[in-house]
């Protein structure tokens, strides 16, 4: 990224993490990644370049301990904006979701108009059997909405539904934002969107759904395979994220959820998931350093 300088690189048993944690609490910008079988931190801000050299090699000589703060500072309204910018992909989905959820909860009374037009299936579809590519093809050729393909994702029915799935795609969105840039995420959230609700409707093509829960199962698969291609280190994705997210998919996908009247869109998981892997087997550019 622009602005950003390398200030040092150590071995990658070098546990950088209470380091790390340290220049957090004190306003530093930073990132850790694995280049050339080293450990590499860059500052966003050059001119914290010599402080951190100072600071680090006091820590490695065993100069200073660090005293590390239960509870970092707040950002500020400034800081704020500032990631809005670092991460336009991450922070415009998040927004239309947000936008959006007033209208899909019901909340407006002219709201179901636009609810609509946000939906898959367009008002007065005629009826498609499960798994007919040809009529979902020709109902969207005699009628081509085709923003219809992506928005439902945009939709959420409960606070929990919204939160959980926006804590999953910044937590891994803007991580393939920053590294790979913000293209890669824009293709990212396009395809599996596409294919998630493409997979959902199919399968079950008379159930309303929405979420973006689809594209979730997406980009962890995404940043899953990309963290083992180019390194864990420099993705920084805890390792459990994947097998824990799988075991949902899993275990919701054979209904137990069914009975206490939570219908999960499990096909759009499954379309999210592989959709995910796939693009990340034929297109993951390499990460930007600096």
Known sequence: MIGTMHVLDTDLDQDLAPFSAFLWQQGVAHRIFEDGGRQVLSVDNPANADEVKRAFDDWRAGRFGLELTPTARKPSRWNLAQLMLA????????????????ISMGWLASGSGAMQQLLFWPQ????????????????????????????????HFSIMH???????????????????????????????????NVAQALWHPDSTFGGLSGVCYGVVAYGWLAAR????????????????LLIMLLLFSTGITEPLGLFVANAAHWGGLVSGLLLASVYLPGPRHG
């Open 87 to 102: 991460y336009p992909i991450v922070s415009s989905v998040v927004l239309a979701c947000c936008l959006l959820f007033p």
């Open 124 to 155: 007065q579809a005629p009826a498609v059997a499960p798994g007919d590519i040809g009529g979902l093809v020709s109902i969207f050729a005699a009628q081509p909405e085709f923003w219809r393909l992506l928005t439902p994702a945009l939709l």
């Open 162 to 196: 919204i939160a959980f799935n926006l804590a999953i795609f910044v937590f891994v969105g803007r991580r393939i934002e920053y590294l790979l840039g913000h293209g890669s995420l824009v293709v990212v959230v396009v395809v599996t969107a596409l294919l998630s």
């Open 229 to 244: 291609r180019q390194g864990l280190a420099l993705w920084q994705l805890p390792p459990g994220l994947m097998p824990a």
